[in-house]
């Protein structure tokens, strides 16, 4: 929201010489974001002269129309000649008053003005545009002064086109829609700053009359809950929009277009009331106000045809669909040069319909930002009027009788609010007599009373036995004044926020990490630890993930929760695993170059709970009920935490120190092992063996357990898969619930021998189907109390071995922790190891 301190000064008495610092505290203590304040006269310095123009001489030869003008600029330039200067605008015209910067001066960017040669004609100066003078974003031609500019040539043109005035903008919060207006900024000062404060719409309108300004059914009350509209005829359409009203709207960004739809802008600026200027004889038949029928089109006024969906509401005339209704007109009945008759509409929409129709054509007008926070319901007459005498009086016509005024309006609800509830919340004493005054500077009407049945409220404080409380009735402009919290909230920032002190909490003892978070810290650093890279992705995936996955039809995993209102039509769902977001991110890196790529993240997923039905209403005045969070919490999906892994690349890169080696399944099958033994499960406890399940190769997938239960799975992902989502070759992941494992036992310090290990290494041979971790499970096994550790260092075949055999070569220690072990014990349990692995899988020494 820009808007100028000269028209904020309309209706509020701010002190001449208030500094532009303390304007800008004055907002930020009422929770208003201040984005700048601009004094617009120090944005350009140097002589700023009005013009007019004398003579235009066409040049050709150029790639481009080229313009050599001479322009009247009086005695500014110290001669008193006409300044010769080079254009390339082609709006103006001889006679026509422009604004010129002259060589020496400087345009906002640090744009210095200087003679030059151009175009093989010398230009002495600028004639300039809005955008040039940072007025807007207007650069298709410059700035052309209205006729009835008192201004003679040579005059500074700072006070002709507003540059003699201080511009605020503010980044307004969506709960405080009313401050998107010269109304509400206004009334927000005189609050700071205890000066009077004058409402624009506190002004005098015709009510509804009996006979309509055109007929017009509203078929939906309930997304429009009121709907207003004056019809002015025998408009002069040659009149131009008056200076001071298009100064407005430049430093408010809004781009002017026609007296009648300026003047709608205008009112939408100063009330915020947005409004909607039609062709009156451009519309055919009676107008109806109703929700879109399916396969529908609209052509709006930027020239996009858009296709209606049943949820959007319209404005319809005999020929159909005439206006997305509150987010932007149609061309079919737009005002044009020629238009003599008006028809003036203001409405009021419902903010959740508008809000969702705006992103769903991603059309964020002005009037949709506006209503998705909340208007006015009882500024549209107010609006009518005052949009009707403007155009009559700069453009004549004769405003219409009938007034239409269908109002369905509901007033607002009142809230019950403890007096001492604010003081209660906040820890700053608010005596009850401050507590009405705040609130009644809001403009909310406020009766005192007590909460003891059978009391009779009244003025006179607290019955004995009973507590005090207000009934506060929000004032029409504040939609969102709708539980005490929001009271609570409103006395508070008019008070002041610097009177809240800054008190840290004290901790309560044994309120620490939670062994979940302890968990989940331990995972995360051991991963880092190890290489990989944390990322953070978006839990919403598109409703195809589950096929490009190859879930099959009955897995679990492809029922999701739709998101009732997405960020992105396109990701409507919550991700029930985290590898479909991770794997996107794997994508991402390597499109932009990023060959190697090893992440992790550890996120909840969603599992849905069909048939459990609405969530129970809960208030914020209180803490619910335990049957109550029960309740809630029986309702929202089910949300594990897990941790996945994904890499691709290579894991050791290759140089002269040697070849390096691919990332590869047996990378993501050790990153769960990594995050097992971070999350303090013993290693007895784990086993790792080959499965299938989905997006996994199947025959390059582990089951990770714990316990005998399926707590993960890592390996190589799916060919089809990597092909599905644009993956390199190879490319492995590994996912594992940590909310399913089980909490880590007491861990024990490990007793340490001081005497020296013996190292002996056996290769067995054993079928190319048995998994090395059973074989390594029957040597620990058959090895006894004096082996310390065992390893898996090489896996070999050959022809020699046989087909359908591999060799599994361990590095086993063994120790005693009393003595120095004798190479006699050592053998016997080696050969007890293998022996047992004999037995079991009918493994043989390798050369034996």
């Known amino acids: 929201m ?44 140097g002589p700023l002269v009005v013009g007019e123009v004398l003579e235009i001489e066409e040049l050709t030869g150029f790639k481009k129309p080229i313009r050599f003008c001479r322009v009247d600029v009086g005695a500014a330039n110290g001669t008193g000649e006409p300044q010769e200067i080079v254009c ?43 955008r040039e003078l940072g007025l807007g974003d207007d650069h298709d031609g410059i700035v052309v002064l209205p006729a009835d500019v008192k201004a003679q040539p040579g005059d500074d043109a700072r006070p002709v086109v507003g540059l003699d005035d201080v511009v605020v903008e503010m980044e307004i919060t969506p709960d405080r829609g009313y401050a998107l207006s010269v109304r509400g900024i206004a009334r927000e000062l005189s609050h700071a700053l205890g000066v009077p404060f004058r409402d624009p719409a506190d002004a005098p309108a015709t009510g509804g009359t009996a006979e309509p300004a055109y007929p017009v059914e509203v078929r939906d009350p309930v997304g429009c809950d009121r709907f207003a509209a004056r019809l002015v005829r025998g408009v002069d359409p040659t009149v131009e929009t008056p ?100 028809l003036f509409e203001a409405a009021h929409w419902d903010p959740a319909m508008v809000g969702r129709t705006a992103r769903r054509h991603k059309l964020f007008s002005e009037a949709a930002k506006r209503w998705e926070r909340g208007v006015d319901p009882t500024l549209p007459l107010v609006a009518l009027e005052k949009a009707v005498r403007l155009l009559t009086d700069l453009a004549g016509g004769t405003p219409g009788a009938e007034v239409l005024d269908l109002d369905h309006v509901r007033p607002p609800s009142p809230v019950t609010l403890p007096v001492d ?51 506060v009735t929000p004032p029409s402009w504040r939609p969102d004044l709708t539980d005490p919290a929001d009271l609570v909230e409103e006395v508070v920032r008019l008070d002041g926020y610097d009177r809240v002190p800054s008190v840290l909490p004290t901790a309560r003892p044994g309120r620490g990490l939670t062994p979940q978070q302890q968990r989940r810290r331990a995972v995360a650093r051991s991963l880092a630890e190890r290489g990989w890279v944390e990322v953070l992705a978006q839990p919403f995936v598109a409703p195809e993930l589950a096929d490009q996955l190859g879930l099959p039809a009955d897995d679990p995993r492809r029922p999701a929760v739709r998101v009732a209102n997405p960020l992105s039509e396109e990701e409507p769902l919550l991700r029930t695993t985290l590898l479909g977001p991770l ?100 290693a007895d406890r784990v086993t790792v063996r080959a499965g299938e399940y989905a997006p996994w190769h199947p025959g390059r997938c582990a089951e990770l357990l714990v316990d005998d239960v399926v707590v993960g799975h890592a390996g190589e ?116 190891a293998v022996a047992l692995a004999a037995q079991r899988f009918g493994a043989t020494l390798r050369g034996a």
């Open 717 to 832: 992902l799916h060919p089809a898969v990597v092909a599905a989502l644009e993956l390199p070759r190879r490319t492995s992941a590994m996912e594992l619930d940590l909310d399913a494992l089980p909490a880590a036992p007491l861990v024990t310090g490990p007793a340490i021998s001081t005497f020296p290990p013996a190292l002996i290494d056996v290769a067995l041979v054993v079928d190319e189907a048995v998994p090395a971790a059973d074989v390594q499970r029957a040597l620990v096994e058959g090895a006894g109390a004096l082996l310390e550790d065992v390893r898996l260092f090489d896996v070999y075949a050959s022809e020699q071995l046989g087909a359908g055999r591999k060799s599994l070569a361990y590095k086993l220690t063994f120790r005693a922790p009393d003595r120095t072990l004798a190479g006699e014990e050592a053998v016997a349990a080696r050969d007890a």
């Open 88 to 130: 390339g605008a082609r709006n103006f015209a001889p006679g026509d008053k422009v604004v010129v910067i002259l060589p020496g001066g400087v345009l906002p960017g640090n744009f210095a003005i200087g003679a030059r040669k151009t175009y093989g004609r010398n230009s002495h100066g600028m004639i300039c545009s809005a």
């Open 243 to 342: 200076g001071w009203m298009r100064q407005r709207l430049t430093v408010a960004g809004v781009r002017s277009i026609s007296l009648a739809v300026d003047i709608t802008n205008y009112l939408m600026l100063e009330l915020g009331q947005p409004m909607h200027a039609f062709d009156a004889d451009r519309i055919a038949g009676p107008l109806v106000v109703r929700r879109a029928e399916p396969g529908e089109k609209l052509t709006t006024l930027d020239g996009v045809s858009r296709s209606l969906v049943a949820e959007d509401m319209v404005i319809c005339d005999d020929s159909g669909p005439i206006s997305l209704a509150a987010v932007m007109g149609g061309e079919t009945s737009e005002v044009l040069a020629s238009t003599t008759n008006v």
């Open 583 to 682: 794997l996107g991110i794997v994508r991402r890196n390597v499109g932009r170059g990023q060959r190697d790529v090893a992440v992790y993240e550890i996120g909840a997923v969603f599992r849905p709970r069909p048939g459990v039905g609405a969530p129970p209403a809960m208030g914020v005045d209180r803490r619910p009920t335990d049957d109550e969070f029960a309740a809630a919490d029986a309702v929202v999906p089910a949300q594990p935490r897990h941790v996945a892994v994904a890499l691709c690349g290579e894991i050791e890169p290759a140089g002269w120190w040697g070849a390096g080696r691919a990332a590869g399944w047996a990378d993501a099958v050790e990153a769960g092992r990594a995050v097992l033994d971070a999350a303090g499960i013993p």
């Open 2 to 45: 820009r808007v100028s301190v000269s028209w904020l000064r309309e209706y509020v008495d701010l002190p001449v010489d208030l500094p532009a610092g303390d304007l800008e505290q004055a907002l930020v203590d009422l929770g208003i974001e201040v984005e700048s304040i601009v004094d617009l006269r120090a944005t350009v310095t």
């Open 421 to 471: 509830l604010p003081s209660r919340r906040v820890g700053v004493p608010y005596p009850p007599d401050r507590v009405v005054e705040l609130l009644a500077q809001v403009g909310c009407a406020v009766t005192r009373g007590t909460d003891r049945l059978g009391e009779d409220p009244g003025t006179a404080g607290v019955a004995a036995g009973g507590a005090e409380v207000l009934t």
